[in-house]
Antibody
Framework: EVQLLESGGGLVQPGGSLRLSCAAS????????MNWVRQAPGKGLEWVSY????????FYADSVKGRFTISRDNAKNSLYLQMNSLRDEDTAVYFC???????????WGQGTLVTVSS | EIVMTQSPATLSVSPGGRATLSCRAS??????LAWYQQKPGQAPRLLIY???NRAAGIPARFSGSGSGTEFTLTISSLQSEDFALYYC??????????FGGGTKVEIK
């Protein structure tokens, strides 16, 4: 079965850090460009970050630029999101999602909840 | 940044009925538009890409149309499993990749 499984979410105080992971099974993550997308409670979808297969191209949403870092380990079939200087407004479910032939989000994990609160 | 606006926010449709969802872009995105379906507690699922191409495994009752700034997702005969949230997303001019605010399709 093809699966993307996010982990690393939890409760963190404002200003704190978390590292999210996205592990693939039955899916060769190393063959795809990848994204992080988030969804605040009861809100819509927001693209967060993109990384190409070779890591040569990386993009961030303005809302997280300078605070979040996307990375990947193709040998481990895994994607990561290092989140620093967290703010209340970063509270959301974070999904990893693969890019298809087009810059769409073709395959998604089930998400991991990050709650930033004192 | 291209702003995507979806309407209506909520659409009430009877089972077996037809649903027409709209998505408008703040500037032309050509045909570089996708649609997603999201059910409560689940991740979104890609339905349509390139404005009118169904993704793998998507039933033929889902169809997309439009280009430029105006797009439509039509569900021709609503099944119980189609009551959900729907989002449009542009990928013509990025970063950032941007989504609309969503349309909830509910049972009438």
């Amino acid at each position: 079965e093809v699966q993307l499984l996010e982990s690393g979410g939890g409760l963190v105080q404002p200003g704190g850090s978390l590292r999210l992971s996205c592990a693939a099974s039955g899916f060769t993550l190393s063959s795809y460009s990848m994204n992080w997308v988030r969804q605040a409670p009861g809100k819509g979808l927001e693209w967060v970050s993109y990384i190409s297969i070779s890591r040569s191209t990386i993009f961030y949403a303005d809302s997280v630029k300078g605070r979040f870092t996307i990375s990947r380990d193709n040998a481990k079939n895994s994607l990561y999101l290092q989140m620093n200087s967290l703010r209340d407004e970063d509270t959301a479910v974070y999904f990893c999602a693969s890019r298809g032939v087009e810059p769409t989000f073709d395959f998604w994990g089930q998400g991991t909840l990050v709650t930033v609160s004192s | 940044e291209i702003v995507m606006t979806q309407s209506p926010a909520t659409l009430s449709v009877s089972p077996g009925g037809r649903a027409t969802l709209s998505c408008r872009a703040s500037q032309s995105v050509s045909s570089n538009l996708a649609w997603y379906q999201q059910k409560p507690g689940q991740a979104p699922r890609l339905l349509i890409y390139g404005a009118s191409n169904r993704a793998a495994g998507i039933p033929a009752r889902f169809s997309g149309s439009g280009s430029g700034t105006e797009f439509t997702l039509t569900i021709s005969s609503l099944q119980s499993e189609d009551f959900a949230l729907y989002y449009c997303q542009q990928y013509n001019n990025w970063p950032p990749l941007t989504f609309g605010g969503g349309t909830k399709v509910e049972i009438k």
